[in-house]
């Protein structure tokens, strides 16, 4: 136990001296977050609409927005209007965001329909019912920012830190030192997941601390899936770093690869915008990339994404296992290098 301590104290103190690592592990996230929040605003809304009528009932546009029979009732701040009247519909767009585009696109076509079915007498010929799936609430620009910065974080631990510590500690021959002291291979390595795991842990919550207190989010954390989430994705992040240290012998190279790597799963794996934008060859080359599955389970922790909960505990459990197996696989044949 004092081994495990002594070395989980070692690769700790080794992470936070590890500059490049702690930029893009914590400065760089904090960073983002900071420019995003203030860009979006905090938690931001859903698009906020109202309809004005006044040959029509009213109920019948109430799931339009809020209903005014004339303008001038009208004294909160909407992103569009609609004023109906008769066969003619005229729409007031207050926001040319690009966030809120596709959405009001999308209500001005249903109300479109509406007014016309009520103009030749149609009754519905399919009865639409809406339930809600789960508890997972609406995701927000910012809300979706977040959770990318905490995914991002969680890569550049994962896969700069062991970078450093494998390349860099290969090259000084510290490795080489290491197999003739009483500390096993196994040790070393359990030594450098769990710090790098608590490293995550640290960084997320303060990343989260912050989005609370100075952009008030609000979200439906589910601590332990939120950690087993940061545990498996830090650990298959951890696997690639390793892989990449096997792969590239130089540090240098090493390094550079790491940083084009990232680049890459920044923008291709649904960090910060949607996969859905991306064209179709780029959207296949997603589905190759770890964080893509990490930020999906970070959401899902956080009550953001929609999907099964046998979907969460496959991901979980496949990124958690081939981690792992991969990172003692690969940690194996660094060290065999060293005899």
Known sequence: MSKFLALFLA??????????ATFFGVAFPVLFLLIFGFIFGGSGTSAKTAVVVA????????????VFSSLEEIKDYYHEVAVIKSDKIIFIRNTSDEYYSSLLDSWEMSLKTRVERLLNRLNPVVIVEKKAVG???ELTPFDYTLTGVIAI???SIGLFGTVEVFSHYRERGFLKRLKATPIGNFSFVFGLISARMFYGIVSTSIILILGVLIFDVHYSLNVPFFLLSVVSSVLSFIALGAFISLVFKK?????EVAVIIFTIMMFLAGVYFPVSFLPRYLK????????????ELIRYSMG??????????FTTSVMFLLGLAFVFYTSILVFREED
């Open 55 to 66: 040959d029509y009932e009213p109920s019948s546009f109430s799931d339009f927005g809020d």
């Open 304 to 313: 953001f994404e929609i999907f099964p909960f046998s979907q969460y505990l």
């Open 284 to 295: 296949f080359v997603s589905y190759f990339l770890p964080v893509k599955y990490g930020v």
């Open 251 to 255: 540090s240098e190279i090493a390094s």
């Open 153 to 155: 974080s969680l890569l």
């Open 135 to 137: 508890s997972s609430k």
């Open 11 to 20: 690769m700790w103190k080794q992470a936070w001296r590890d500059r490049t």
